[in-house]
């Protein structure tokens, strides 16, 4: 019987529906489709350039905002681009990582913060590898001879202007240690080779921790040729010289003796 309202097809259809085993199911897909290349390659593409690319944005386009957010695999595979922000002594300063460069859109796009407000906890402390330069007045000690000298020419030779550091550690101080490289006239100048060659620095001196980045005779003979045309802190007197090193040693010992005769 009939019910009303009802019709005979959909009657028929509800009488020709039958189980099917999974397995028979699974046959009766059209494999066939799948083995177009038309079908499933575009996905593939897709999914293969949105994993590259976030993999590129994660190691060369993300920007890093101070030397604790560096991945220690980065360390002497990889370096970093930016512009100097400030300069604190004669062998360190203060970065504003911009990966990528203009490339990238910084410094027409992408603007570089200049106030210190801005730039609080926002750059990389870098110490430049290989060198000492001359110490300046800090926690109570007096300023070395040439000091200001090492300050003013590094100010003037990379503040402001966009560097590559190529970087190896941290050191205990949390700055990054590096070989930096500037543009100047075209030609890419090492930046703690520039300081030897002009008697504003010496080579580092410590026992441990001295990282020259596989340029250390390259920088011995260039402190070497300093010396010998007496340029910039060599042009005094040797019995009066005082190397960095010596200098801090010297100081250390001296408010190490002040300590303990309180």
Not at 103 to 125: H, Q, S, Y
């Amino acid at each position: 019987m009939i019910w009303p309202f009802t019709s005979a097809s959909k009657k028929d259809d509800e009488s020709s529906r039958q189980s099917v085993a999974w397995d028979e199911s699974l046959n009766g897909t059209d494999w066939q489709h799948y083995k177009d290349p038309r079908n499933w390659v575009p996905t593939l593409l897709v999914t293969t350039t949105v994993l590259a690319s976030l993999k590129i944005y994660r190691s060369y386009l993300r920007r890093i905002p101070g030397a604790t957010h560096i991945k220690p695999g980065f360390f002497r595979k990889r370096s970093l681009f930016g512009r100097v922000t400030s300069v604190g002594d004669g062998d360190n300063f203060h970065m504003y990582h911009t990966p990528g460069g203009r490339l990238a859109g910084w410094g027409w796009l992408r603007r570089v913060p200049t106030k210190k407000t801005e730039l609080k906890n926002m750059t990389i402390p870098v110490r430049i590898a290989g060198i000492d330069a001359p110490e300046g007045a800090h926690f109570g000690r007096p300023a070395q001879p040439y000091s200001t000298d090492a300050l003013a020419w590094l100010s003037s030779y990379i503040l402001g202007r966009r560097v590559r550091a190529k970087i190896y550690k941290r050191d205990q101080y949390d700055r990054v240690v590096a070989t930096v490289f500037v543009r100047r006239f075209l030609l890419r100048r090492d930046v703690g080779l520039e300081m030897l060659k002009r008697g504003l620095a010496t080579t580092y001196e410590a026992k441990s921790g001295a990282e020259f980045g596989g340029l250390e005779e390259k920088y011995k003979a260039a402190e070497v040729k300093a010396k010998e045309k007496k340029r910039g802190m060599w042009g005094g007197e040797p019995q009066f010289f005082e190397s960095p090193r010596d200098y801090k040693t010297r100081m250390n010992s001296e408010e190490s003796k002040t300590n303990n005769a309180k």
